[in-house]
């Protein structure tokens, strides 16, 4: 027992003794120190031990280079409540520090600035307070300086016109004073500037509109006054300068003319630069080049839709029916119409000549914040009804990462396109591979809360056979909401069906039958109701919908999405279904979906996955209720399938495919059923 204190000391020691290189050791103990400010609970960090190794990533969220040092240290969102400690200087080498999203406190300390190797500085997002130290100005390879959404006081220090390389700085929504320092119109590199909802004053600097490379300039909401620099005019809708009553200038078209000759209002004192003159343009989306139509045509038709599918057997009945459902809509529209309901104010106004205006008066308040170059509107935190904050930031995404994974939504990346929402192919930063579907505005519920508990409701879902959502991001500034889910290699079902002779993607029979098994499994988990999530109808189960991996397991895609959309939205997702036949034939008088509508979409599903056929024919109907398999199982599997099987499947998607919903068995009892048959082998 007396040699427990000996032998810790013994290896306390050796520790000390035997120190991996010296430099990981300052940069270790730098490490620990900056733990112990930033995490002062020791509740978060745990994995950061004096013991152990930053560079054999066992430390979370610190990265090294090549040569062993740390390089980058990515905590945003991890709900740290401390201070950001000087000896963070110790990490000489560091390139990126991500302390976005937490709930830091006090000051930038200065000794930020022996960060000569910092690329990217993110504090964004925190409750930091202080003035913003002029020794920033020092740190040569800055890029992007993110500290917008604190409570920083002061003036903008005019040093952070020497940071050569900086694109990006974004420093609004903090409490800032004094003037815009002309200096940054040096800053050659400089692509955005946001100064927005401070309380600068003075004039715009002439300089300012230097800027080479300036894209995006926001002052909006602060008291700035006097003459907007001409050259502004430049940026177009780039420039954003509303709420400053003072602005005057020629050629923008929310400005006056300046009334008099004197540049410089005489009321407001002007720091730096006095020069001014005129400018203004409206605020639009930073990156609009992707526009989705919905609100003129009422998405009448999907792209995606197959084209003019007749359908016949099994769906005979529905191509009747899907007449009479839209008449059903057109009724249901006209109606609405009528109403003017809350669906069409926005879409309606968004036509007029003030987009951005009527965005914010009437859009949700979800969309009506936004962090121009980061996070999402649901960052503060308010309305999240019953979910956990912490969950909620486990799957927010920033729309930086969207852009980057989607390399600026390239068209090279985009997967397809309906009429309210195109997916993209992207790459996160830790190498995994997604499937980032992005949903216009207007496609979305109006109503925040609404829209909220489908997102929470989408946020719960997990298993193995539906396609896994790693997260979101709206913005308002593109007027999109994203959803990031994981990429699933081999396309979707429809690319299974129909194929020639032949054709290498032909899949054999056991595959076709541990797919109708799979997908039963993720519908069943939709259907079924645990602690952690509601039932949830699919409402638009179909071959496009199941995406195949590289082991051929189906993963169902787009559960719950309806719960985001507007009904309008749904409504035209809706005819697509009907057109393919999986439209439960009591949707036309009842109007409503039920479990008994997914389990029918998953017969139609079933029957096409088994006869290899987009199209179910009268014929095949009849085979399939005469037991003649040979007659509609896919020719292409030239009799190799087991009868025993089919006769088993064939059965369960007769009954699925029941006219009466009553009729149609459970998820639950199909799984019974097919579990029998798949234990007779
Ligand atoms: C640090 O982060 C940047 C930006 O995400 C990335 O490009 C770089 O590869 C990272 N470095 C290391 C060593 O992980
Ligand atoms: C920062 O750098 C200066 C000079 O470059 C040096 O004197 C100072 O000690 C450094 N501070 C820290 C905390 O490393
Ligand atoms: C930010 O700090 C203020 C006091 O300085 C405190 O009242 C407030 O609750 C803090 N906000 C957050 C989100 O931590
Ligand atoms: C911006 O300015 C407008 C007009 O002065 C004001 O109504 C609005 O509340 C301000 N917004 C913020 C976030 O301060
Ligand atoms: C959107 O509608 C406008 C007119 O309403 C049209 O000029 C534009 O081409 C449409 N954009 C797309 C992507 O369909």
């Not at 000391?9 to 400010?37: Q, T, Y």
């Not at 207007?442 to 997990?462: D, H, Q, R, V, Y």
């Not at 509508?597 to 399939?624: E, F, N, P, W």
């Amino acid at each position: 027992m007396g040699n427990q204190p000996f032998l810790f000391s013994l290896l306390l020691l050796f520790a000390i003794a035997h120190p991996p290189p010296v430099c990981g050791n300052a940069e270790l103990r730098a490490l620990m120190d900056l733990k112990a400010s930033l995490d002062p609970e020791n509740a978060l960090l745990n994995t950061w031990t004096p013991l152990g190794d930053p560079c054999d990533g066992s430390f979370e969220g610190v990265a090294c280079n090549e040569k062993g040092q740390v390089a980058n240290i990515s905590l945003q969102g991890k709900g740290l409540a401390g201070r950001v400690s000087p000896a963070i200087a110790g990490l000489r080498h560091l390139t990126g520090l991500y302390l976005h999203y937490n709930s830091l406190y006090g000051e930038i300390p200065r000794e930020v600035s022996n960060l000569t190797e910092l690329i990217d500085l993110y504090l964004n997002v925190n409750n930091m307070t202080g003035s913003i130290p002029p020794e920033l100005g020092n740190m040569a390879s800055l890029q992007v300086l993110q500290l917008c959404y604190n409570q920083f006081t002061g003036s903008i220090p005019r040093q952070l016109g020497s940071l050569k390389k900086l694109s990006v700085l974004a420093l609004q929504s903090n409490r800032l004073t004094g003037a815009i320092p002309a200096s940054l119109g040096d800053l050659g590199m400089l692509m955005r500037l946001d100064l927005s909802f401070n309380h600068l004053f003075g004039s715009i600097p002439t300089r300012l509109a230097d800027a080479p490379m300036l894209g995006v300039l926001d002052v909006r909401n602060n008291t700035l006054s006097g003459n907007v620099p001409p050259a502004l005019k430049r940026l177009v809708q780039g420039f954003q300068y509303e709420n400053n009553p003072g602005l005057c200038g020629v050629g923008f078209s929310a400005l006056s003319a300046c009334r008099t000759l004197n540049r410089v209002n005489p009321n407001r004192p002007e720091p730096f630069e006095g020069s001014t003159t005129g400018l203004a343009t409206r605020d639009i989306p930073e990156t609009a080049d992707l526009k989705l139509n919905c609100s003129q045509t009422r998405c009448s038709h999907s792209s995606k839709a197959p084209q003019a599918s007749v359908i016949v057997g099994v769906i005979v009945v529905t191509f009747t029916l899907a007449a009479v459902v839209f008449l059903t809509f057109s009724q249901y529209r006209r109606r609405k119409q009528k109403l003017g309901s809350s669906f069409d104010i926005p879409d309606n106004r968004v036509s007029t000549d003030q987009p951005v205006e009527v965005y914010r008066k009437n859009g949700s308040p979800l969309i009506s914040l936004e962090y121009p170059n980061g996070w999402d509107p649901l960052a503060d935190g308010r309305n999240i009804g019953n979910f956990s904050q912490e969950a909620l930031q486990s799957f927010r995404f920033n729309l930086e990462e969207i852009e980057s994974a989607t390399q600026y939504f390239a068209r090279k990346n985009l997967l397809g396109r309906s009429n309210f929402s195109a997916t993209y192919k992207g790459i996160l930063r830790d190498g995994s591979f997604v499937a980032i579907k992005s949903i216009s505005k207007t496609s979305c519920k109006t109503e925040e809360a609404e829209f909220l508990k489908g997102l929470n409701i989408l946020t719960s879902l997990g298993h193995d056979n539906l396609v896994r959502l790693r997260g979101f991001c709206c913005s308002r500034g593109r007027g999109e909401c994203f959803l990031v889910y994981d990429f699933v290699p081999n396309g979707n079902l429809l690319g299974y069906l129909d194929l020639k002779e032949g054709d290498n993607r032909v899949l054999e029979w056991s595959t076709r039958v541990s797919i109708i098994n799979g997908i039963a499994k993720g519908i069943e988990y939709l259907h079924g109701c645990t602690m952690n999530k509601p039932p949830v109808v699919h409402q638009n189960i179909s071959a496009e919908k199941v995406l195949i991996d590289h082991r051929f397991k189906p993963s169902l895609s787009d559960s719950g999405l309806h719960k985001l959309l507007t009904n309008d939205t749904v409504f035209s997702a809706l005819k697509a279904c009907a057109a393919m036949g999986y439209l439960a034939p009591e949707y036309t008088t009842t109007g409503r979906f039920t479990e008994k509508s997914d389990i029918y979409a998953y017969g139609v599903l079933v029957l096409q996955i088994l006869s290899g056929k987009r199209k179910l024919t009268s014929s095949i109907r009849v085979a399939t209720e005469l037991c003649k398999f040979p007659d509609f199982i896919d020719k292409n599997l030239h009799g190799r399938f087991s009868e025993h099987e089919a006769a088993t499947i064939v059965k369960v998607a007769l009954m699925c495919t029941h006219e009466s919903p009553e009729k149609r068995p459970s998820m639950e009892a199909i799984i019974q059923e097919l579990g029998n048959c798949t234990n007779c082998f």
